[in-house]
């Protein structure tokens, strides 16, 4: 059974840095697309970032020059990298994983960042 174990999600003050990973268990973690999204309080769930199997990396606007997201293939593990946090990246976490040609779409449950004073 595939697992993705997201962890880092703590309280920070605003302009503070925090550091999430994901733990996935797949066998061919270095074919599969990762991404992270996000789901603020009381709003609907939203893409933060994707990194591909070829390492390309793409990001929404409003994170854009602030997280970078990588991967580590050996450790089965991708990382979000958040610096100069606001009060609106304050939301529960997701990791994803992704491989079109297997029809996989995984998602983790979670990890909450609160981001305030």
């Known amino acids: 059974q595939v697992q993705l174990v997201e962890s880092g999600g703590d309280l920070v003050q605003p302009g503070g840095s925090l550091r999430l990973s994901c733990a996935a268990s797949?066998?061919?973690?270095?074919?599969?697309?990762m991404g992270w999204y996000r789901q603020p309080p009381g709003k609907q769930r939203e893409w933060v970032a994707t990194?591909?199997?070829?390492?390309?990396?793409n990001y929404a606007d409003s994170v854009k020059g602030r997280f970078t997201i990588s991967r580590d293939n050996a450790k089965n593990t991708v990382y979000l990298q958040m610096n100069s946090l606001k009060p609106e990246d304050t939301a529960v976490y997701y990791c994803?994983?992704?491989?079109?040609?297997?029809?996989?779409?995984?998602w983790g449950q979670g990890t909450q960042v609160t981001v305030s004073s």
């Open positions: 994803t994983a992704r491989f079109a040609r297997l029809g996989a779409d995984y």
């Open positions: 797949l066998t061919i973690f270095s074919m599969y697309t």
């Open positions: 990194i591909s199997d070829g390492g390309s990396t």
